[in-house]
T-cell receptor
Framework: KAGVTQTPRYLIKTRGQQVTLSCSPI?????VSWYQQTPGQGLQFLFE???????NKGNFPGRFSGRQFSNSRSEMNVSTLELGDSALYLC?????????????FGSGTRLTVV | QQQVKQSPQSLIVQKGGISIINCAYE??????FPWYQQFPGKGPALLIA?????SEKKEGRFTISFNKSAKQFSLHIMDSQPGDSATYFC?????????????FGSGTQLTVLP
């Protein structure tokens, strides 16, 4: 079955712009989580959506937001981009929001802010 | 209390050797401890996972050892191969209300020399 699909794979944006990243989960998975990966901070949790509702949010400023659609696809948006937002953004899907197992990650979107 | 501490940061072993990566946690609410393998340009992929009621789990050349009283767990890669060269992350998750998130260690870059 198809894995987690993230688009686009690469993005270059200018400081101050905004960006939207997309994640299509594995068919049947209703939970989508987003993580930011940087060399300095490692993998950090951004937020999780389940059945179109944000269930959990990490310690990131309000410039980072997301949403989930009725087909479980999710988007995350970063407004007023800063240089420090350059990172690999990963999404992971699971069947449910409470089960521990089954996180499957996509290959990520590499965002570069110049 | 959400931290997971991982060591070493990098590891070089000879082909056929044993690679050992260690992690420690503080949050006793964690109930699931996965290890992820990440190759350049890819997202993390689940390697093996353990629950705290089990002291050891083995899958092929990969073994997790878990010490609940010490709040430590480790990954052992037996007969290490050049193809195992990747970055390895330990992680932990626990229910907070009805939500979960993965808390990752800082990663270990493993190089297996031929």
């Amino acid at each position: 079955k198809a894995g987690v699909t993230q688009t686009p794979r690469y993005l270059i944006k200018t400081r101050g712009q905004q960006v939207t990243l997309s994640c299509s989960p594995i068919s049947g998975h209703r939970s989508v989580s987003w993580y930011q990966q940087t060399p300095g901070q490692g993998l950090q949790f951004l937020f999780e959506y389940f059945s179109e509702t944000q269930r959990n949010k990490g310690n990131f400023p309000g410039r980072f937001s997301g949403r989930q659609f009725s087909n479980s696809r999710s988007e995350m948006n970063v407004s007023t981009l800063e240089l420090g937002d350059s990172a690999l953004y990963l999404c992971a899907s699971r069947i449910t929001g409470t089960e521990a197992r089954g996180y499957t990650f996509g290959s990520g979107t590499r965002l570069t802010v110049v | 209390q959400q931290q997971v501490k991982q060591s070493p940061q990098s590891l070089i072993v000879q082909k056929g050797g044993i690679s050992i990566i260690n992690c420690a946690y503080e949050n006793t609410a964690f109930d699931y401890f996965p290890w992820y393998q990440q190759f350049p340009g890819k997202g993390p992929a689940l390697l093996i996972a353990i629950r705290p009621d089990v002291s050891e789990k083995k899958e092929g050349r990969f073994t997790i050892s878990f010490n609940k009283s010490a709040k430590q767990f480790s990954l052992h890669i037996m007969d290490s191969q050049p193809g195992d060269s990747a970055t390895y992350f330990c992680a932990a998750t626990g229910l907070s209300g009805s939500a979960r998130q993965l808390t990752f260690g800082s990663g270990t870059q493993l190089t297996v020399l031929p």
